[in-house]
T-cell receptor, first 113, second 111 residues
């Protein structure tokens, strides 16, 4: 049981490049979330999904897109990276929020130059 | 909707106690507490639910005052392993019950 995994762990992009971050969970959770964490800001919600095939915008969705084609996977895409997207990205999943906790992946540290 | 945590930072000697507070401007059903060490993912500590009991884990416990929309995390007889940043999270029913996290409280336990 791997829990929540994220790929890649580190990435450096140049402004304007694109990339996809992959989140996978093996706990059969319906709810999945993408957060970003910046120094002194706590974690902020980018997008979320309440089930396979459904996604919605969170607090800071601009510049990101997501897809949840399979229940266990939640992809976060950056179409044209900007330096403001330099951050640590965490994926999380939950069985039945808010009654149950969120399980976090190890994070992806992204730098955009 | 971001909850407010206090204090921002705490330095303790091993064996001392600490309290971290979390307050919200809106009515709450739950408060979640996480601890994060540098370079790692947040780790779940506990959930407090409206109408539920105070829950503890070893020497870490918490309370939830629903009327005041506040929660407090109590660290008793702190250990070096308690060092890290503590976050409280409150549910956002408009966003799939994602959590609105506070900005965190940095806790350093020294020998």
């Amino acid at each position: 049981n791997a829990g929540v995994t994220q790929t890649p762990k580190f990435r450096v992009l140049k402004t304007g490049q694109s990339m996809t971050l992959l989140c996978a969970q093996d706990m059969n959770h319906e709810y999945m979330y993408w957060y970003r964490q910046d120094p002194g800001m706590g974690l902020r919600l980018i997008h979320y999904s309440v089930g396979e095939g459904t996604t919605a915008k969170g607090e800071v969705p601009d510049g990101y897109n997501v897809s949840r084609l399979k229940k266990q996977n939640f992809l976060l895409g950056l179409e044209s990276a900007a330096p403001s997207q330099t951050s640590v990205y965490f994926c999380a999943s939950s069985y039945n929020p808010p009654l149950y906790e969120q399980y976090f992946g190890p994070g992806t540290r992204l730098t955009v130059t | 909707q971001q909850p407010v945590q206090s204090p921002q930072a705490v330095i303790l000697r091993e064996g001392e106690d600490a309290v971290i507070n979390c307050s919200s401007s809106k009515a709450l059903y739950s408060v979640h507490w996480y601890r994060q060490k540098h370079g790692e993912a947040p780790i779940f500590l506990m959930i407090l639910l409206k109408g539920g009991e105070q829950k503890g884990h070893d020497k870490i416990s918490a309370s939830f005052n629903e009327k005041k929309q506040q929660s407090s995390l109590y660290l008793t007889a702190s250990q070096l392993s308690y060092s890290g940043t503590y976050f409280c999270g409150t549910e956002n029913s408009n966003s799939g019950y994602a959590l609105n996290f506070g900005k965190g409280t940095s806790l350093l336990v020294t020998p």
